[in-house]
Every structure is written in C-alpha cells, then in structure tokens.
C-alpha cells in the first residue's frame, strides 16, 4: 500500500486537509481535483442526491418533508446537513482517491460488473427515455436532476473502481480485513449500554398456544410501577442512598435490578449500538443519554415504542386507544453507560447489532474506515492537500434534488 500511495505524491493531493482552489467556471466545473482525476459538479449533484435519498429513508421522511421545522427553527433540512455531511465528503474523497489507486494498482474491472451497470442505464433508458438518450437527458431536467445519462455512466464506472481497490486490498469477501481494524471500527463507532425498562401503562399475557394478549395496568399497579420509577431514579442517577426505599432493596445492583424489574429482557449483554454524531443529532433519547453518560453512570428517559399487540390498550388517562403500529410513551428506561468491548462483533449474542439478517455493513464500514484511515495517515506524514473548488459551499445534502432515479436498484425499498 505505501509504494503505491508514494507513487500518488507527484498528484498533489489529501483526504482531510482541502485547500480552496479557483477552477474554471464552466457548466460542469471541476468540484475536487486529485492530480488528473476529478469529481465534477454533475457527478457531484449526483451523489448529493443518493446522499440525500438514503437519509431520508433512514429517517422515515420523503423530499416535501425537507422544510418541516424538527426543532424550533431547525428543520429536516438543517439535520440532515448537519449529520450526514462530513461522511459524504469523505466518501466523496476516497471515491476521487481510490479511482487514483485503480490505475496504480493497474486493475480491472469484470464483466459481470459492467453489464450490471450497463443494465441499471439500459432500463433508466426503457422507462424514462423511451430508448432515447436524449430524452432521457431532456427528461431528466424536467424532473429537477442536474446531471446526464453520460453522468451516471462516469459515476458507475469511479464506484466500481473503487469497489475493486477496496476487493484487491481487503479481499471480495473483507477476508484481508485485520482484527485489529475491525476491533479500531468497533470502539470507534459504537457504544454499550444496558436499560432498565419500568413499563407504567399495561402488562402482556402469552398462553400456552403462544398468543400475547395486552390490558392495561389497574390503577394500584400503575403507582406501584410509578414508585419503582421514583424509587431507580433517585438510587441510579441522583445516588441518593438516604431516599425512603419502599420497594425496591437499594443494596441491589443495577444487573440485579435489571433482571428483577426490567420489563425488556431481550438482551441480557447490553446493547451495542452506532454512536450518534452529537447529543443534538441522536435519533432517540436513549442514544442521545448513553452518548452523553460515563461509563458506569445512568440516566433516564421515556421508554418508548411502537405497538405490535393484536386489539388495543389505553393511554394512561383513558381519552384514546393506542392499536397496533402506533408510536407511544408505555414507561420509562433506566441507560447504564457499560464498558465498550472490542471484540463484541465476534460473540454469537451480538450478531443482530453487527451483522443483522446476515448484513456484512459491519465489515463493509469495517473495510472503509481501515482504508480512509490509511489515506489521512499518508496525507499526514506528507503534508499534502487536495483542490476544491471554492464553489462547492453552495451545493448542500438539502438543496440538492433526491436521487429517486436509481436509489431502488442499489439499495431496494
């Protein structure tokens, strides 16, 4: 790897550290330059799109939601640029480089994989085009895309590419991949927590034949369970040992509490979850809390979910059913920030957090972490920088039109 990045040095070039360079200002300027290799503004917009149409599928929003206020004066809009767009100029940035290390490595690329691309572009044809290029670029304008069909044809090709640098490095199958970068990955970018879940609304039955029925909590039951709430907050997260314990036994500990009162159970290791960016960006308030808790410390938040009951409960003062599908408040949930183990991917009890219905993300994001890792730490000890146009400001994650066009054919519903 270090004879070929050495080879790169002559393209004057950085994965972290850019420098605003005047490019010409053409109708398809030049974004970022490495050396010869370049993202333009189409290619650009392209992939601002994509960017834009997986995180909003992430979220559970859709392009007319953009506008709408999350916060008061901060919209979908303003989150989403904020979360996602330092991990889109990286991987903008190890796309451009890895096209460079493509033709260092002097590889090639299959068959299999150019009619895969050739195909996507053959029915963009068929179904928007009418088997016209042309048209299909006039159509394409009409639906708010600031990018061609020879756009897509340039972006496949850089992304399969990158797809075969990343193969010849790391393996086709990431068997390249060392422990150690899969351990760095996993302490990197995830969290372990444990929860306690007081539920102060209803209770489930499952009889012999395996059907859960749902009834609400009678009212002697609701101030047990709020007591209980009381009585783990002030010993978890105030540790108030001198509060008037009515319940709960205080010289108990939070593992043995979890397994005497937790009414989720599902996990008895812990969790181990993605950290979010921020406090401010987390998708929930129990990542937000372990995000912001020490190790060993708890906090509390409303314990929320979605209703997956057959018939309904009530809310807890009676005015509205909740069926199933709705999102509702049901208690609340005691986060014990626990120590991050490094090898956790590798336990068998963990594989819905690593490698959920047999997903390889884990050692995908594994593979590309290594990589721009190793990048940042040639470009550090070189002290060279990459070119970007002082024009690339203006283009956001939410100004930009999201990518309907082919998003389904990578990533599906």
């Known amino acids: 790897m270090k004879r070929i990045l050495t080879k790169l040095l002559i393209l004057v ?6 420098v605003p360079c005047l490019f010409s200002c053409g109708n398809n300027q030049d974004i970022y330059r490495l050396g010869g290799y370049t993202i333009k503004a189409d290619e650009y917009h392209y992939l601002l799109g994509m960017q834009k149409m997986q995180a909003l599928k992430s979220l559970g929003y859709s392009e007319k939601d953009i506008d709408t206020e999350i916060q008061e004066g901060y919209t979908l809009g303003d989150y989403i640029d904020a979360l996602y767009s330092a991990q889109f100029e990286q991987s903008v940035l190890t796309l451009l480089f890895s096209v460079a290390l493509f ?6 690329i299959s068959e299999d994989k150019r009619q895969t691309s050739n195909e996507i572009i053959n029915t963009l044809l068929t179904y928007y085009g009418g088997y016209s290029e042309k048209f299909l670029d006039k159509r394409l304008g009409q639906l708010g895309y600031s990018f061609t069909t020879d756009t897509l044809r340039r972006v496949y090709e850089m992304q399969m590419k990158q797809g075969a640098v990343i193969e010849h490095l ?22 372990h927590f444990q929860v306690i879940v007081i539920n102060t609304l209803y209770k489930s039955h499952t009889d012999s034949s395996g059907k859960t029925t749902y009834t ?6 609701i101030s047990s369970q ?29 593992e043995e509490l979890w397994e005497k009162y937790s009414d989720d159970t599902l996990y008895p290791q812990g969790y181990f979850m993605k950290k979010p960016v921020s406090q401010k960006l987390a998708t929930s308030q129990t990542l937000a809390t372990a995000l912001a808790l020490k190790t060993g410390d708890c906090g509390v938040v409303p314990a929320k979910r ?17 069926n199933k599908g709705d999102y509702f408040e049901y208690g609340s949930a005691f986060i014990k920030k626990l120590e991050m183990e490094d090898d956790a991917y590798t336990k068998e009890e963990n594989k819905d ?22 990048l940042q730490k040639y470009e550090k000890e070189n002290s060279i920088v990459v070119e970007v146009s002082n024009n690339k400001d203006q283009y956001t994650i939410s100004g930009s039109k999201a990518n309907e066009l082919d998003y389904y054919y990578f990533f599906g519903e």
């Open 13 to 18: 070039l950085c994965l972290s550290m850019v």
């Open 103 to 108: 033709d260092e490595y002097k590889l090639t």
């Open 170 to 191: 790391y393996g086709g199958n990431y068997e390249k991949l060392t422990e150690d970068a899969k351990k760095d990955y996993c302490n990197d970018y995830y969290m």
């Open 216 to 221: 609400n909590l009678t009212p002697e039951e």
């Open 226 to 254: 709020k007591r209980i709430v009381t009585e783990l907050t002030e010993l978890l997260v105030n540790k108030n040992k001198d509060f008037n314990y009515l319940i709960i036994d205080p010289t108990l500990s939070y």
């Open 306 to 322: 979605y209703f997956d009951g057959n018939g309904s409960i009530s809310t807890e003062n009676g005015e509205e059913q909740i």
């Open 353 to 374: 957090f690593f490698f959920p219905e047999g997903s390889d993300s884990f050692l995908q994001q594994s593979c590309q972490s290594a990589f721009y890792k190793e």
